[in-house]
T-cell receptor
Framework: NAGVTQTPKFQVLKTGQSMTLQCAQD?????MSWYRQDPGMGLRLIHY???????DQGEVPNGYNVSRSTTEDFPLRLLSAAPSQTSVYFC?????????????FGSGTRLTVV | GNSVTQMEGPVTLSEEAFLTINCTYT??????LFWYVQYPGEGLQLLLKATKADDKGSNKGFEATYRKETTSFHLEKGSVQVSDSAVYFC???????????FGKGTRLHILP
């Protein structure tokens, strides 16, 4: 049981480049989310999905796109990378919407934009 | 709105010391409460949780009690080890279909 798998683990981009961060889970979880973690800022929600075909914005969605065509996958697209998007990105999933369900996190993608 | 406030770090303790990391929350209804731990270079892992008032969550020697009267969920451990050095996040999930709300995290350093 792999849990939540994120690829790549590290990435360096030049300003203006685009890329996709991959996230896959094998637990048949309904909910999936993307967070970014910056020093002193804690975790900030970028986008989330409550099921295949359904996505919504979090608190910092600008510059990012998501789609959810299958239950398993929830890729995050950076449209035109900026130095302000240098961060560690975490994908998380949850079995469902019940309040007692916690999140399972991936190991993260460390992104540097130069 | 719903929110979580936890003590700022870093917290530095000697090995075998007693640990308390304070966490208070604001939420409507009866939220579930969580503590997550993040070891260096890794993602967050669920450490323990409590889903109703007076519940005690426990794991790996850590404990936290859901106190509705004080809206608190303080994390405690009786004797910390160097391997407990990590960042600890308090979190809540208030109602069905709500997202989890995280505190800003508390960095813990344990000295040998």
């Amino acid at each position: 049981n792999a849990g939540v798998t994120q690829t790549p683990k590290f990435q360096v981009l030049k300003t203006g480049q685009s890329m996709t961060l991959q996230c896959a889970q094998d637990m048949n979880h309904e909910y999936m989310s993307w967070y970014r973690q910056d020093p002193g800022m804690g975790l900030r929600l970028i986008h989330y999905s409550v099921g295949a075909g359904i996505t919504d914005q979090g608190e910092v969605p600008n510059g990012y796109n998501v789609s959810r065509s299958t239950t398993e996958d929830f890729p995050l697209r950076l449209l035109s990378a900026a130095p302000s998007q240098t961060s560690v990105y975490f994908c998380a999933s949850s079995l469902g919407g019940a309040s007692n369900y916690g999140y399972t996190f991936g190991s993260g993608t460390r992104l540097t934009v130069v | 709105g719903n929110s979580v406030t936890q003590m700022e770090g870093p917290v530095t303790l000697s090995e075998e010391a007693f640990l308390t990391i304070n966490c208070t929350y604001t939420a409507t209804g009866y939220p579930s409460l969580f503590w997550y731990v993040q070891y260096p270079g890794e993602g967050l892992q669920l450490l323990l949780k409590a889903t109703k008032a007076d519940d005690k969550g426990s794991n790996k020697g850590f404990e936290a009690t859901y106190r509705k009267e004080t809206t608190s969920f303080h994390l405690e451990k009786g004797s910390v080890q160097v391997s407990d050095s990590a960042v600890y996040f308090c979190a809540l999930r208030a109602n069905r279909d709500d997202k989890i709300i995280f505190g800003k995290g508390t960095r813990l350093h344990i000295l040998p």
